[in-house]
């Protein structure tokens, strides 16, 4: 993984502060209202139980948040991006040949 590039690295450059703000705003907002958390909300105990599931759950999000973010800096690492979409590519093509 030393051979990645720095600027790949970088939390911020890739997409911006804008972005990742109304992502998560985008994020929030259709989570909050989805049916699995209306559920939850009804099926709590009490108001402070909802409040600190869906905190909890909110913190649980963010951690899974990272790990599609963690493999494709790995697969980035591992496979030069060139190789592997050459290859997929060719296959895709070879595919079609067939059909």
């Known amino acids: 993984m030393?051979?990645?590039p720095a600027q790949k690295m970088d939390f911020i450059s890739g997409i911006g502060w804008k972005t990742i703000i109304?992502?998560?705003i985008m994020y929030t907002t259709s989570f909050a209202v989805g049916q699995e958390a209306i559920q939850k909300?009804?099926?709590a105990k009490d108001e402070k139980t909802a409040v600190?599931?869906?905190l909890l759950a909110?913190?649980?999000f963010c951690v899974f948040a990272f790990i599609p973010a963690i493999l494709g800096v790995i697969a980035y690492g591992e496979v030069l991006p060139v190789t592997?979409?050459?290859h997929v590519a060719v296959d895709i093509h070879?595919?079609?040949l067939h059909m």
């Open 58 to 60: 909110a913190l649980i």
């Open 2 to 4: 030393s051979h990645i």
């Open 52 to 54: 600190l599931g869906s």
């Open 94 to 96: 070879r595919v079609l």
């Open 22 to 24: 109304s992502l998560i």
């Open 41 to 43: 909300y009804f099926a």
């Open 84 to 86: 592997m979409f050459t």
